[in-house]
């Protein structure tokens, strides 16, 4: 959303065919087509550079080329303005008569973004195909990034630190406290059905579905142990005996636990998805600590000789589509028996069901 303050002018053309409304934009100079304007008339907006209000209104007309002599100025408001309405272009008085003024490459590439955060799963497909195209363009990439943590003689000698083992590690823990809460929230609500769940169980679908089918299906199970690609502590650049192996190449160069993708990068890149559900005051920095965190577990990974760095952007890349999937059909959009009530009133109902064989086995 986008605020504007300026002079609202109307623009009429010496021989009296035709009549725009504008608006004189303090700052950047603008173009803009408002949204209640687009079909009957559309506006014409030229620039006026920051200065004292009140001294506009009386400088206007003689000292900017862009205001016809004959634009009448009406009163000073505020106008709010949405994308796609706002151009940022000024290409002169003459060349608005025709009406809206096409979006530059500006424009198209705010309009591209708007429309790639409202639609993560494009999103997440884009950056997919993205990652994929320059990894298998470019291959070195993959070796030269894990050449800065190998050495000669003491090969991935970061391996050997005792901290950063430890912090490897953090990741399960974290992972497992997680899925121990949300197991405990169902726990809790059969055990007192009469009451609301600690998590909304529509969350917690959302989030163990997340977990199983992204880290655990289709990293772990699915690509790990399909697509045979070595680790490069096992490609000969860095003293194995396996080659390297581009991404997305299927090989039987390693047969299980291998490295396309990063099975930790994924589990650990799922935490955005703990934090998508959080409350919104706390959401935007828990998903910034969420990706920072993953980042660096990451790091450590690739500093272990355990992955390339393509495993681990385009492991990110599958989780988070992956996510995006899951909460358009299960929070967003969710069907009938997946909605936060019907869940919630199916777990009553298996409480109360629950409770009443445990009274009829105490009593017999």
Not at 143 to 161: A, V
Request: charged share 20%; with cysteine; aromatic share 8%.
């Amino acid at each position: 959303m986008f605020r504007l303050s300026g002079i609202a002018c109307s623009f009429r053309r010496r021989d009296g065919l035709f009549r725009r409304d504008g608006f004189l934009v303090h700052g950047t100079p603008v173009s803009v087509i408002p949204a209640k304007e687009t079909v009957k008339k559309p506006a014409i907006f030229a620039w006026l550079p920051r200065r004292r209000i009140g001294a506009v209104r009386e400088r206007t007309q003689a000292s900017h080329p862009l205001i016809p002599a004959h634009a009448g100025i009406q009163s000073f408001q505020s106008l709010t303005l949405e994308w796609p309405k706002l151009d940022t272009r000024v290409r002169g008085y003459e060349r608005n008569l025709a009406g809206p003024i096409p979006p530059s490459g500006a424009a198209l590439r705010v309009t591209l973004l708007r429309f790639l955060r409202a639609n993560p799963i494009a999103a997440s497909l884009l950056l997919v195909a993205v990652v994929s195209a320059v990894f298998l363009a470019l291959p070195g990439i993959d070796l030269w990034f894990s050449e800065l943590f190998y050495r000669s003689k003491g090969g991935f000698w970061l391996r050997r630190s005792d901290a950063l083992a430890l912090f490897r590690r953090s990741n399960d823990v974290l992972i497992a406290a997680i899925v121990a809460g949300l197991l405990a929230s169902i726990a809790i609500k059969l055990a007192r059905p009469e009451r609301p769940s600690p998590v909304r169980p529509g969350t917690v679908v959302f989030l163990l579905a997340t977990l199983l089918l992204g880290p655990l299906l289709l990293v772990n199970v699915i690509l790990k142990n399909t697509w045979g690609r070595p680790r490069p502590v096992e490609v000969d650049a860095f003293g194995g005996d396996a080659p390297y192996v581009e991404v997305w190449r299927i090989t039987d160069w390693c047969a299980d636990n291998c490295s396309f993708v990063s099975g930790e990068a994924s589990s650990a890149m799922w935490l955005v998805a703990v934090a998508l559900v959080l409350p919104k005051s706390v959401r935007a920095p828990a998903m910034v600590v969420a990706v920072v965190y993953a980042l660096l577990l990451s790091l450590n990974r690739i500093a272990f000789g355990g992955h390339f760095l393509s495993d681990v952007l385009i492991s990110f890349a599958l989780t988070l589509l992956l996510i995006a999937v899951v909460h358009r059909v299960v929070i967003e959009r969710p069907p009938n028996r997946l909605s936060n009530d019907a869940l919630e009133a199916g777990l009553t109902r298996l409480g109360l069901a629950l409770r009443g064989r445990r009274g009829r086995t105490g009593t017999a």
